[in-house]
């Protein structure tokens, strides 16, 4: 009796000891990690119920609060041992696919209901500790054995890629799901499991297989093993098998209501026995020994693959729904399609073919491969009958090479056939009439009666072009590509084509609403230009004599080049492409392809590149170390944080303007003239390698100063919105114009800028300024400053006297721009008398910073705006005028022009700056609507 109180005792001083414990105290899991200590350590956690603690080698525990830690918020650690230790009682679940284990212990693993230990390195597992656990993944690892027989509970079993070589699932009465790819199991598989649905145990060694057992399966994946014999009977729910590579002879398939989809090529099956398989939609057995086949009656076939068998008859009546069928390489006679309706690709060549019968209507068809057969001339004249159009098929790159091919040779006398019927069908044939003409075919997305304007050059001087059905009419035209002759034409039906027969050398066909260009026989084309227009793709890889490719403005998604060994500019801006390859243009010299969605541009085979352009894209990197000879480069608006230029010597104009970059070396870029970084997260930006600099926008970043004593060409300069304290531009005897609003600025040189005609430093901190030997300067905005009067009155002396015809601005006050900030500039009446004694105008913060009207009476040039059409009338003599915004983006250029129309322009300020004949003219503006 003492004895079992003695004993009763001890057990509940344990129970009494097990509650007093804290999570803190509990060691759920011990592992090691193959993952360097100073780089990150990562794994996700789920424990909703109660806190968890993770000593990272320390010593010290770090306590998790209770939730779930999942990518992108996981548990992780820079600063971890090679062993960690993770203590709680409530963890449910735990990922460690990216912790690259290479040890893991399970010690208290009471909830735990999820463990994900895949893509290490463990060698064994125990999971005697975690009786509730449902999900296992073990997946890649180096796993000999495990023990499930705790695995009451568990549904999904993941255990590929180790080196099991047996597995005991008789306790897993519950398991629905188990991988075991990629090991080393042998012998027999015959599992008992009757809950299993989907079962994968491919690339292994097993030579039988018994699933009899199984009624609830679905879905059976046993290719690449050794398999003679498989038992399936019984299994009415099977949806899917595959049993690809094996050593099979003979299998049927029967009374399997569900059955969808069976993969049993590369075997050596005589006999396949299809029986009360009514779902079956998919049937590979390509590379096996069948002599016959009887598919009649399965309506609900769409695949079938049979190639490279023995087969000398094919039954396939009532197949309605057959969509692609591959019968290659067999020995068969005669092939009767005539019930295959939906029939659209067919693969029938290398046979013994002497008959071959399409359906009436097979419309659907877009690859006909039957070369290499005993066709008459009789039959494949109506094969061609039946073809349907596929002029207008859309042909992705990795489609190339079967679709809209019509292959036909090794029948006898082919090329006497009706071969030109395909060919204007637009079908690529491996045989060509002797007579055939190259053809150009565009499909004119637009009603009857609309004009098409063409411009072409042709090999010869002579050219055919058929609208729709009509008569072909033949037309002379230009033999210089730099001289196109123009023709005018009509359709004469809605969605018409127009085809050009004859040696084209060049056409301009941009804005006819063209739909559809066939240009797969147009070998000799060096100029193609379809702009704005409304292609959704585009093949020209039939082109190899293209040198110059324009196709902007379309809705191009799909775009196939080819091998184009001569093509030296393309332009695809504007368009819908993911994608594009240019590896085969290797003479490439200028590319454009801004405005698409392109998320990699890879360019390491075009080292003649040149011009690159691709802003507005996703780009997040642009490898250019290849592109020696490139001297402009336009990236904007991508998602680059860096990017390497110390290969681009060459390089001329820069823009990276909205971007994410925090740094940039241009010491290798000397020859640079024009620089645009604004609108990203530069700290820092030197540009002292750079003489020859003479445009530099660098708006909008996060600069606290900038050198420019080394850039004596530099013309404008636009460095706003950063936190520069200091300015100097002493140095700079040729720069005309700068904007340096938003900064921080304090000190300003401009002393000796004798070019400078404008200068916005609104919103700094600059209480005095001093522009003696500024004598072109005509624009000074000096708006939210610190200038006291008297400040302002000595600034004002030390501008140069304009001139009633040329007069100056000062933009003193501003709230027509800024209405709702407080003016810190110090005002009064004098500063006006001041300014325009010397021909300045000056706000005063009564009146609103004048607009074009205003301003037009004062200059030579800008004249006046009409309010109700808001339209600026410009009046005088000018070469060329350029419109900028405040922050320096171009806004347009005018050349001859006497109006701009600004009713879509943004309400704001802008800079105006003409070019006459002796000279410049700067000014600010006001639009308004």
Sequence with gaps: MKKNLLFSLLTLFAFVTVLAQSPQDVLAFRFKTSIASKQMLYFEVSSPNGEFYVDWGSGIKKKYTAGTYTYPNPVYSTDHKEEVRIYGTNIQGIKFDKAQLTELEV????????????????????????????????????????????????GSVLLSNNQLTSIDLSNCFVLTEISLDDNLLAGNFAPDNTALKNLSIANNKLTSIDLSALVELSSVTARKNLLTELKITGLQKLISIDLVNNRLQELELKDMGVLQNVSVGSNQLKKLTLVNCPALLALSANDNLLTELNLEGFAEIASLAVENNELTSLGLAGLVKLGKLECQNNKLTTLDLSSNVALRDLRAHDNLLTSLLLPTNCKALYACHIQHNNIPVAQINSIIEKLPNVTEVHVLDFEKAWKKKFLVEGNPNVATAHLKEAIAKGWILDVGPVDVKPRFVMKIGAEAGSNVLLRLAGVEDKITIAIGEEEPKKYTVSKELTKLTPISLKTTAKDQFITIEGGLLAIDCKSNKITTIDCSSADK?????????????????????????????????????????????????????????????PALKALSVDQNSLTSLHLSENANIEKLYCKRNRLQTLELAKLTKLIELSASDNRFSSI??????????????????????????????????????????????????????????????????????????????????????????????????????????????????????????????????????????????????????????????????????????????????????????????????????????????????????????????????????IDGNYLEAFVFTLNGDFVCQLQGLSSIDTSNWVEGSYVIKAKVERGEYISKFLVKH
């Design 525 to 585: 084309i060096e100029l193609l230009d379809c702009s704005q227009n409304k292609l959704t793709q585009l093949d020209v890889a039939g082109c190899n004599e293209l040198r110059y490719l324009y196709f902007m403005e379309n809705e191009i998604t799909n775009f196939i080049l080819g091998e184009l060994p001569k093509l030296e500019e393309l332009n695809a801006s504007f368009n819908g492409l993911s994608t594009i390859s240019l590896a085969k243009a």
């Design 644 to 873: 390497d230029l110390s290969k681009n010597s060459e390089l001329k104009e820069l823009d990276l303007k909205e971007n994410s970059l925090e740094e940039i070396n241009l010491s290798e870029n000397k020859k640079l003239e024009s620089i645009n970084l604004s609108i990203n997260k530069l700290k820092a930006l030197n540009v002292t390698m750079c003489p020859n600099l003479k445009e530099l926008y660098c708006f909008t970043n996060e600069m606290g100063q900038i050198d420019l004593s080394h850039t004596p060409e530099l013309n404008v300069l636009s460095c706003g919105d950063n936190k520069l304290s200091l300015l100097d531009l002493s140095q700079l005897k040729k720069l005309e114009s700068v904007s340096a609003a938003f900064n921080a600025l304090t000190t300003v040189k401009t002393s000796g800028c004798q070019l400078l005609q404008g200068i916005d430093l609104n919103h700094n901190n600059i209480e005095q300024l001093d522009f003696t030997g500024c004598n072109s300067l005509r624009l000074v905005d000096i708006s939210f400053n610190k200038f006291s009067v008297e400040k302002a009155l000595k600034m004002i002396e030390t501008l140069p006297t304009a001139t009633a015809d040329e007069k100056g601005m000062i933009v003193y006050t501003n709230k027509a721009d800024f209405p709702n900030e407080e003016e810190t500039n110090k005002y009064a009446p004098e500063l006006s008398v001041k300014a325009n004694a010397k021909q300045w105008i000056m706000t005063d913060g009564e009146k609103d910073l004048p607009t074009v009207e205003v301003l037009a009476r004062e200059e030579r040039i800008l004249v006046y705006p009409t309010v109700a059409d808001r339209v600026v009338y």
């Design 107 to 154: 010690l208290d693993a009471t909830e735990l209901l999820s463990l994900d230990c895949s893509n290490g390195a463990l060698k064994t597992l125990d999971l005697t500790e975690a009786s509730k656990l449902t999900s296992l993944n073990a997946s890649n690892n180096q796993l000999t054995s495990i023990d499930l027989s705790k695995g009451r509970k568990l």
